[in-house]
């Protein structure tokens, strides 16, 4: 087959699980060790594995066409992915062989060469390591999509053309961040949310407090001394043993005006300055 300057040519393998892969596994599904009893006697009603989980000859030529299946799906998914495929038998690992011819600037090609070459493989099972496996149990029996499993590797892949998959997959990351960062510029600011209103706070209450009252005292006044005036009587008067009592303000600024008053007088001599009557001469005793 001619080779186009835009495509490049390189070997595949599609390989299967081995005859000890595939003994384990149904060890594992349908064994009394760790198997579902359920399964084991549906399997057992069908004559495929024994009461120890073991594949009886039956089993193994379900697993046969089951593996011939495989095969064919895997081709044809070849065919379908790339440019071309054709298939040359099998190998010594018992993998079937062949070659296939893709374009390197074509992404998705890319990622898979890439992928199925760095010690990787495109899986049957887990399609997180390319598609194979949406197609490649088609027709495939219950019993063989428990058990069987496998994958497709490349090799041969020219350092020039390996080079050209790299330069692709780098410019496909690169529009990428391209296209998110015009993504984001084009992306609409976020809608503000009207947000409900809010009571207001409540406000604080400052503590009057009642000014302090001064507490009433009493007060002493000092008494003027009037004994050495004409006529005034020396004798100790006696004093008074009751406690002095509090006035009012009231009283207090009266008292305080009369005093006033009564300091700007002029006393005549002989009058009391408590009662403001004469006193009577005191006379000797007859």
């Given at each position: 087959?001619?080779?186009?300057p835009?495509?490049a040519?390189?070997?595949?393998?599609?390989?299967?699980?081995?005859?000890?892969?595939?003994?384990?596994?149904?060890?594992?599904?349908?064994?009394?060790?760790?198997?579902?009893?359920?399964?084991?006697?549906?399997?057992?009603?069908?004559?495929?594995?024994?009461a120890?989980?073991?594949?009886?000859?039956?089993?193994?030529?379900?697993?046969?066409?089951?593996?011939?299946?495989?095969?064919?799906?895997?081709?044809?998914?070849?065919?379908?992915?790339?440019?071309?495929?054709?298939?040359?038998?099998?190998?010594?690992?018992?993998?079937?062989?062949?070659?296939?011819?893709?374009?390197?600037?074509?992404?998705?090609?890319?990622?898979?060469?890439?992928?199925?070459?760095?010690?990787?493989?495109?899986d049957?099972?887990?399609t997180?390591?390319?598609?194979?496996?949406?197609?490649?149990?088609?027709?495939?029996?219950?019993?063989?999509?428990?058990?069987?499993?496998?994958?497709?590797?490349?090799?041969?892949?020219?350092?020039?053309?390996?080079?050209?998959?790299?330069?692709?997959?780098?410019?496909?990351?690169?529009?990428?961040?391209?296209?998110?960062?015009?993504?984001?510029?084009?992306?609409?600011?976020?809608?503000?949310?009207?947000?409900?209103?809010?009571?207001?706070?409540?406000?604080?209450?400052?503590?009057?407090?009642?000014?302090?009252?001064?507490?009433?005292?009493?007060?002493?006044?000092?008494?003027?001394?009037?004994s050495?005036?004409?006529?005034?009587?020396?004798?100790?008067?006696?004093?008074?043993?009751?406690?002095?009592?509090?006035?009012?303000?009231?009283?207090?600024?009266?008292?305080?005006?009369?005093?006033?008053?009564?300091?700007?007088?002029?006393?005549?001599?002989?009058?009391?300055?408590?009662?403001?009557?004469?006193?009577?001469?005191?006379?000797?005793?007859?």
């Open positions: 087959m001619a080779r186009k835009d495509e040519e390189a070997g595949f393998a599609i390989g299967t699980y081995d005859q000890r892969s595939v003994e384990d596994n149904a060890l594992e599904k349908y064994g009394p060790k760790w198997g579902e009893k359920e399964d084991r006697d549906e399997a057992m009603r069908d004559g495929l594995v024994d120890e989980g073991q594949i009886t000859q039956k089993g193994w030529d379900v697993l046969s066409d089951d593996l011939d299946l495989l095969e064919v799906n895997s081709m044809a998914w070849m065919r379908k992915t790339f440019v071309n495929a054709r298939e040359e038998g099998h190998d010594k690992h018992d993998d079937l062989v062949g070659t296939f011819w893709f374009d390197p600037r074509n992404t998705d090609q890319a990622w898979l060469i890439q992928l199925a070459t760095n010690n990787e493989r495109v049957m099972v887990d997180s390591y390319g598609d194979l496996g949406d197609t490649a149990f088609n027709g495939v029996s219950r019993f063989g999509g428990l058990i069987l499993g496998g994958g497709i590797t490349f090799f041969d892949v020219k350092p020039e053309d390996m080079e050209v998959v790299e330069q692709t997959l780098e410019h496909e990351r690169r529009r990428s961040k391209q296209s998110q960062r015009a993504r984001e510029g084009r992306r609409p600011p976020p809608r503000r949310t009207r947000e409900a209103p809010r009571s207001p706070a409540p406000t604080p209450v400052k503590e009057t407090l009642m000014p302090r009252r001064r507490p009433i005292r009493a007060t002493r006044h000092r008494v003027a001394d009037f050495s005036a004409p006529g005034a009587d020396r004798s100790t008067p006696e004093r008074s043993t009751a406690r002095p009592t509090s006035a009012s303000p009231g009283e207090r600024r009266r008292s305080s005006s009369r005093r006033a008053t009564a300091g700007t007088r002029r006393r005549a001599p002989g009058r009391d300055a408590g009662t403001g009557t004469a006193r009577r001469p005191v006379t000797a005793p007859s």
